[in-house]
Nanobody, 121 residues
Framework: QVQLVESGGGLVEAGGSLRLSCAVS????????MAWYRQAPGKQRELVAS???????NFPDSVKGRFTISRDGAKNTVYLQMNSLKPEDTAVYYC???????????????WGQGTQVTVSS
């Protein structure tokens, strides 16, 4: 069974940094686009960063210049490096991946369980 396993959240002071990781477990044929989303209390889930299998990256203006996304194809892992964190970055962060499982013909969207990031002022 394919799963996304996240790690790296926690509590940090404003201006600090955190690195989130998301690893794909299970047997897969293809790992396509990967992304990070976040959801703060009372708000809709929003895209934080995305990266295609070819390495094309997209960020919203709210995190440009502060967050970077990268992926390790050999490890089927995506990373989110968050620098200069602000209290408004506080949210649950979710990993998202488009995957073709080994026993399937089509791509499916998978979500991680979420990891809490709290930035204190």
């Amino acid at each position: 069974q394919v799963q996304l396993v996240e790690s790296g959240g926690g509590l940090v002071e404003a201006g600090g940094s955190l690195r989130l990781s998301c690893a794909v477990s299970g047997s897969i044929s293809s790992l396509n686009a990967m992304a990070w989303y976040r959801q703060a209390p009372g708000k809709q889930r929003e895209l934080v960063a995305s990266i295609t299998s070819g390495g094309r990256i997209n960020f919203p203006d709210s995190v440009k210049g502060r967050f970077t996304i990268s992926r390790d194809g050999a490890k089927n892992t995506v990373y989110l490096q968050m620098n200069s964190l602000k209290p408004e970055d506080t949210a649950v962060y979710y990993c998202n991946a488009k995957i073709v499982p080994l026993t399937q013909l089509y791509e499916y969207t998978y979500w991680g369980q979420g990891t809490q990031v709290t930035v204190s002022s």
